[in-house]
């Protein structure tokens, strides 16, 4: 499984976008990019999931380069609500599924 | 549809006690897997069953199991409780074994004294 490095902290304001980047250098061609979001004493929730290129939805966007040895999440006008812990994972479909979660990134948004 | 549920929320057991948590997936899902999660260690996978079978085991020890129910509901048991078992226990459900998203439920709360 790749192993992910995503920024331990970040700070924003309400109304900025934030861009969360995750570093996953051994990423496999099997692999997908998982983001999820932890708010305190809840479970995670899924936020999004691409290949390469780029993925949209109601919530965030997902930039993978070509390589794919890198991705951005990227959060459009954040609120005080998305004060959370953002998971990177990198895993494939093909095997037993079991999440394998790194330290994540704690955001933070000030009003 | 409802989403994952799990009981109790919080429980106090003391040193040396056993404990069962339960949880229920969203109803059409087959998968439920189990995690820890702890200040210390982050989230931790225990275990994955599907179609009442264990399928995939974390690195714990033996003194973690669990169970899946025909009905995909899920059981997890730790006996001889220690004081590094405080934590927050998770149940995710997904439709299919394998499956990519996970949908978890708010976990249970479990303080060892």
């Known amino acids: 499984l790749a192993k992910t490095t995503q920024p331990i902290s970040m700070d924003s304001y309400e109304g900025q976008e934030v861009n969360i980047t995750c570093s996953h250098n051994?990423?496999?061609?099997?692999?997908?990019i998982t983001w999820y979001q932890q708010f305190p004493s809840q479970g995670p929730r899924f936020i999004i999931q691409?290949?390469?290129t780029k993925v949209t939805n109601e919530v965030a966007s997902l930039f993978i380069p070509a390589d794919r040895k890198s991705s951005t999440l990227s959060l459009p006008r954040v609120s005080l609500s998305d004060t959370a812990v953002y998971y990177c994972?990198?895993?494939?479909?093909?095997?037993?599924?079991?999440?394998?979660f790194g330290s994540g990134t704690r955001l933070l948004v000030r009003p | 549809k409802a989403g994952v549920t799990q009981t109790p929320r919080y429980l106090i057991k003391t040193r040396g006690q056993q404990v069962t948590l339960s949880c229920s997936p969203i109803?059409?899902?087959?998968?439920v897997s189990w995690y820890q999660q702890t200040p210390g260690q982050g989230l931790q996978f225990l275990f994955e069953?599907?179609?009442?079978?264990?399928?995939n085991k974390g690195n714990f020890p033996g003194r973690f199991s669990g169970r899946q129910f025909s009905n995909s509901r899920s059981e997890m048991n730790v006996s001889t409780l220690e004081l590094g078992d405080s934590a927050l226990y998770l149940c995710?459900?997904?439709?299919?074994?394998?499956?990519?998203?996970?949908?978890f439920g708010p976990g249970t709360r479990l303080t060892v004294l």
């Open positions: 109803s059409g899902h087959r998968s």
């Open positions: 069953y599907f179609s009442e079978t264990q399928r």
């Open positions: 691409g290949y390469k």
């Open positions: 994972l990198v895993d494939n479909m093909d095997s037993s599924y079991k999440l394998i």
């Open positions: 995710a459900s997904s439709p299919f074994f394998g499956t990519d998203t996970q949908y």
């Open positions: 051994n990423i496999a061609t099997n692999d997908y």
